[in-house]
């Protein structure tokens, strides 16, 4: 097993299964030796889903207050991390919806919530919420619609120049 994102992954659960148990600093050194072995450190406090999917974790960092769905890929150097102060509802990190998709560098922070099949591009810093199915891209990130709303207004717009 040489992947460093399943190392990642595999070394949060312990780190995880020791946390719940009040384990506390057992949880923490199993964390600081999973970050050394494979370059991603994951608060052993961060909720995670079954199906992560870490693409070569190196420099991955996620936050004690990161709640993170099922079935989300995080690639490399990926910031999951708190800004000033608590949202609405308390808390100070990202919450990621089910089957999110991280481009590489990506830096999420804040309370903000990334809504289910959501994508955010390669170096996108977000620092708003982004709708279910919508994708994020550039410093700051802007939102771009479902692609399938994107093809249909294009081509209705194309449409009403041609006929008028």
């Not at 992947?3 to 600081?32: E, Q």
């Not at 000033?84 to 990621?96: A, E």
């Not at 998709?101 to 809504?115: E, K």
């Not at 591009?121 to 994708?135: E, H, K, M, S, Y």
Request: proline share 6%.
């Amino acid at each position: 097993m040489t992947n460093r994102g399943a190392w990642a992954a595999r070394g949060y659960r312990i780190a995880r299964w020791l946390w719940v148990r009040k384990h506390r600093m057992l949880a923490l050194l199993v964390t600081t030796a999973t970050g050394t072995v494979s370059g991603a450190e994951i608060h052993p406090q961060a909720k995670i889903g079954r199906g992560l999917g870490i693409m070569h974790g190196f420099g991955v960092v996620i936050t004690a207050d990161a709640e993170i769905g099922e079935h989300c890929t995080i690639m490399q150097g990926v910031t999951l991390g708190v800004r000033s102060g608590p949202g609405p509802d308390g808390r100070y990190g990202p919450k990621l919806g089910n089957r999110v998709f991280i481009g590489a560098n990506a830096v999420l922070l804040g309370p903000i919530t990334i809504g289910d099949d959501a994508k955010i591009g390669a170096g996108a810093v977000v620092l708003c919420d982004v709708p279910p199915g919508c994708t994020a891209v550039g410093n700051p990130a802007r939102i771009l619609p479902p692609k399938d709303q994107r093809t249909n207004s294009t081509s209705a717009s194309s449409q009403s120049s041609a006929g008028g």
